[in-house]
């Protein structure tokens, strides 16, 4: 074998462009200087001249690659892939890091002292080095990892589906043996047809493909030795049936080799198995993988410690760890394979609660908080009379809990979840004034200037006949004002601040400060929560946030934190009619436009973002925004807004449209939730089904703000029975935030639901947010018993190995712990 050393750059150049010319589909992509089989030959002439001295055996494949490349321009594509293949199979086996080869990899061949999750793949019997180079690529590197590597779905020999039993036009999975390709050219030219005659016990199916472009009969005749005759395969796809030919027919399904012709059947895919289907990578076969995973349960699994203890097991109806492995991969029956998810799903649950809990715990434990008690007759009394309502039940239940956390010696550690309209901003006052009463001054944080003018004007309003002062902090004030309110802060003549993150800047510093909001408080990071917090002596804080969660998501998200749910919008409030419109219907809603700018009201028009991109999606704004102007409301006054638009562009439409110089606002998805223009009685939403169902409901949440009859307009092309339509009805039947987010939820997943896979939530092997709600909620239970008994982690120091280990990517990413 050959040293890395000499050679390292050319061959990192050579895979970089292999990999390059792949993923653009064998054309001979042009390069900045020249094409790809050119810098190729040029690069491995290079690497002759490097290996002069080595073996004669890799000159003579060096030449010959070269040759191949020379010709690589003129070829056709089955002969470039193939051309690449062993360009790809000659740099795996000639050039080795210079680390001694093992023979076999067997079991005995591991260093003794290293535990199951140490051991590296490649010691499992029948993996070796050059196949535990594949695993690598699917994250597999340990004879743990392979373990925890669990099937995607089952294919139940015993009762799948058969071939006779097919009905037209339905999506199914069968498994049948290829019997015979056929590969067609059709009429026009370059266009070829691809025939795989699959039969099981009971008749024969086609699987069909329509193959174009000057390549495609080289690509239509590598199907033969990607599937061949006698091979064992899994279809999956909508069959139809073909009344000329009397079969049903498969247009371009799935397929995936179960297992191949030549009689190495695996003892455990017999008929009458559940036979596992993991997920795949480029070069990983699926047989293969299956015989690792059967090897290393025989050789391993006595080895691995069950982290659980066996009180905790009995208190939840768990089966034991090495059970609940062997029959995730090979379930003895249906019935043996849920109890094995059932433990498997526990314990994902289990390590993200118990680490959130020992965060909380040690958060609460380290930090010492104010004790701050509400005081009979104190201003917390005083506004709550001075009130021209009554408070929810929802209000006072949650005021009960920020109360008592307030007046613990340990710190607050609270979220306060709210719905559109259920009265965050009370709550937030009631707070911030038991710190007044107290004798320390409150700061309410607000990600943008719009919200922080809302929140002041209403705290100037409802505080200022009980005596006390509020300051505005923005980056609008001017010199003077920033100096007059930071003096007025200072001294303590100034009772609570409202401000967006200018209040966290430098020379803005309180007398006292005792209590902090933070509202939308998604839109913060942790480092300026903290920045806050460090202009005050271990104030309390409570975040809010607008964007109701469905519970097991904040379960997961923000299981540190004590939750509180406002989920009941105040009586007496005149629910939005909801309306779901086609655009053929566009005059309706512009009827109920004009109707209601007539009354002297205000519209929104909200499209959605066109692609991802800010860019596109103004000109989408500005072209409609013109559209309206000229064509269809030209006597009214139409703004624009959208996120090209700079800060301050943004601030002087929002305020023209909260002093009504404007009728209708034509907005992309800018409109800020916590916008309160109790005038705006309609918002036309473009394209609603772009949108998911919690953030359409936040739309909706700007309107409905006033006394006035609201109305909210969906437009889609979508039909009745089809998913997307169906989704948007739910939007018709109910203005519950909080169902709409499990809703939302279950549809289209936590993921998609949060809008980024960055936003922090762990990335579970088997656990579903929506369908495990059940031992989600016991799981948690059983991680705040570990910080109520910390001895009892002490304990079991492989439970606390396992709490670490399998959260640590996850609270990186959360940036706890």
Known sequence: MLSLDETELQLKDLKQALAFEKKHQYVDVQGRKKPFSKFMIQTLQELTRSVAADSDEVQVSLKHLIDRFKKYRFMDLGNRIDTLDTLEAFLQTAFKPSEPRRKTATKESVPEDQSVHEVDV????????????????????????????????????????KIAELSDDEDVTIVGTIR???IFQTKRRNLYVVNLNIADETGTVIANWFLGGKNAKAFAETYRSRYPKGSEVMVSGKVKWDGYKRKFLFDRPNLEILSYHNGEEDSFLNVGRIVPIYPLTEGLNLRFLRKAIHQALQDYLAQILDPLPPDLMKRYHLIDLHAALQQIHFPDSQEQYETARHRLVFDEFFYVQARLAIIRHQYKQNAQGLTLKRSAGGQTERFMQMLPFELTSAQKRVFEEITDDMASHEPMYRMLQGDVGSGKTVVAILTLLIGVENGYQGALMAPTEILAEQHYKKLVDWLTPL?????????????????????????????IAVGTHALISEGVDFQSLGVIVVDEQHRFGVRQRTELKKKGDTPEMLTMTATPIPRSLAMTLHGDLDVSLLNELPPGRTPIITHLMKPSQERKAHQLIRQEVVKG????????????????SAKAATTECARLKEEVFPEFRIGLLHGKMKPDEKEAVMSEFNQHQLDILVSTTVVEVGVDVPNATVIVIENADRFGLAQLHQLRGRVGRGRHQSHCVLISNAGPGSETFDRLKIMEQSEDG????????????????LGTRQSGLPDFLLADLVQDKPILEEAREAAFYLV???????????????IFQKTEETFQVLGSG
């Open 122 to 161: 490649q010691y499992l019997k029948g993996v070796g080095p050059k196949l535990s180079k594949i695993l690598n690529q699917a994250g597999i590197y340990t004879v743990e990892d392979i373990l925890y590597y669990f099937p995607r779905t089952y294919l139940d020999y015993q009762h799948r589906m």
């Open 180 to 182: 015979s390709h056929g």
């Open 467 to 495: 005596g006390l002062r509020v300051g505005l902090i923005v980056g609008k004030n001017t010199t003077k004002e920033r100096r007059e309110l930071c003096q007025s802060l200072l001294n303590g003549q100034i009772h």
């Open 601 to 616: 009201r205000q519209i929104y028009v909200v499209l959605p973002l066109v692609e991802e991109s800010e860019t596109l």
């Open 738 to 753: 909080f169902y709409i987010a499990e809703k939302d939820m279950e549809i289209r997943g936590p993921g998609e639901f």
């Open 788 to 802: 109520e008994h910390p001895d009892y982690l002490l304990d079991h120091p492989e439970m606390q190995r396992m």
